[in-house]
């Protein structure tokens, strides 16, 4: 059990060779910290262009992993398929939420935020002004933009897990 994307993660083999599954195990849970690195927008990690490093100058020219561009692709076709309700640009806004909770938490004032602070956040929410180059692999966002994956890391790190599992031939897990 590891403590990534902020919750416990544990993977259970079931194989009888144990260096096959101590094998496999190492495998996977490089991709779950692989994924943690790249999906984290609280830390930035050395050798990783991750959703921090582009929250901390969106307007940059960011050059990111394959794996990242895959994520955040599949991010943007969701917004569509949802119609808008899922939205991975909707960061400033959960940054307000998040802070009056934080001031709530720590013994503030536990209020909610005002309509125009939400408003405010809310006019760097589209996600129409990221510029993601899925052929090679670059990602630049409008002054003010910040992303959070939150809503799909956890899952695709789950599914990029199972298909390493499954390539190191482990049918039980």
């Known amino acids: 059990t590891l403590k990534y994307f902020g919750t416990s993660i544990t993977i259970d083999i079931y194989e009888a060779d144990k260096n096959k599954a101590y094998s496999a195990l190492c495998h996977a849970l490089n991709v779950v910290q692989e994924y ?11 050798g990783y262009t991750n959703i921090q490093t582009i929250n901390n100058n969106p307007e940059q020219l960011h050059h990111i992993d394959a ?4 994520l955040l692709a ?13 939205n ?6 959960l940054e307000v939420w998040r802070s009056y909770r934080k001031r709530c938490q720590q013994g503030g004032t536990c209020e909610l935020p005002s309509d125009i602070e939400l408003a405010n956040a809310a006019k760097n929410i589209d996600i129409k002004q990221i510029k993601l180059d899925v052929n090679n692999n670059t990602i630049q966002m409008k002054p003010g933009m910040k992303l959070d994956l939150g809503g799909i890391a956890k899952g695709w790190m789950v599914e990029k897990v199972y298909d390493q599992l499954k390539a190191d031939n482990i049918t039980a897990f």
């Open 67 to 70: 794996k990242l561009t895959e």
């Open 74 to 86: 599949t991010s943007i076709e969701w917004h569509g398929i949802t119609q808008g309700r899922f």
């Open 36 to 46: 943690h690195y790249l999906a984290s927008n609280f830390s930035t990690y050395p």
């Open 88 to 93: 991975v640009a909707l960061a400033p806004v």
